[in-house]
């Protein structure tokens, strides 16, 4: 099935990592792929410890609208190829759970092939999808099993509170 955590609100990543955490914990396999994210985090440590693979980027490109198009089109590549590699693990069945945090963020901006991405969605072997970012493509929503919305109603940033490790980040 397909899973699609959205919205504005935190929690998206979180939920797709606690996802994660519980399909390990009763013996599947899953894969974590991220877009748009180079910045070292709390859970990639423990994901390590786990088991579980972690393809992201790891070129450092700052926010998108400061991102010159050669950075742009660097990216996109980057994305591309992390793309085809999770792909081939779920087609063949070499995961069971296959989380694509910040993907639907990524399409909006043109930073992943869409095509493939849909091609994703349609051939996903036996694996379970979890799709996270903000604003996904109606076909994204329609071909989903299961949608969460996290809404955001206060968060500490908007009184200038930065983000914070073990929390955040």
């Not at 089109?73 to 591309?80: E, M, P, T, Y």
């Not at 063949?92 to 399409?107: F, G, K, P, Y």
């Amino acid at each position: 099935m397909i899973h699609v955590y959205c919205g504005d609100g935190k929690g998206k990543t979180t939920a797709a990592l606690g996802l994660i955490l519980r399909h390990v914990g009763t013996g599947g396999k899953a894969v974590l792929a991220q877009f748009l994210k180079s910045t070292p985090t709390g859970e990639l440590k423990t994901l390590e410890t786990l088991g579980v693979p972690v393809y992201r980027n790891d070129l450092p490109h700052g926010f998108f609208p400061n991102m010159s198009n050669e950075t742009k089109s660097a990216v996109r590549d980057l994305h591309n190829r992390t793309l085809e590699a999770v792909s081939q693990l779920a087609k063949t069945n070499m995961c069971s759970l296959l989380v694509l945090d910040e993907l639907n963020s990524a399409l909006a901006l043109g930073l992943i092939d869409r095509d493939a991405v849909y091609a994703l969605l349609d051939d996903h072997g036996d694996a379970e999808l979890v799709i996270t970012g903000r604003d996904p493509e109606p076909e994204i929503l329609e071909r989903a099993d299961y949608v969460t919305e996290m809404k955001l109603l206060k968060h500490p940033y908007e009184k200038g509170v930065s983000a914070r490790k073990g929390i955040e980040f």
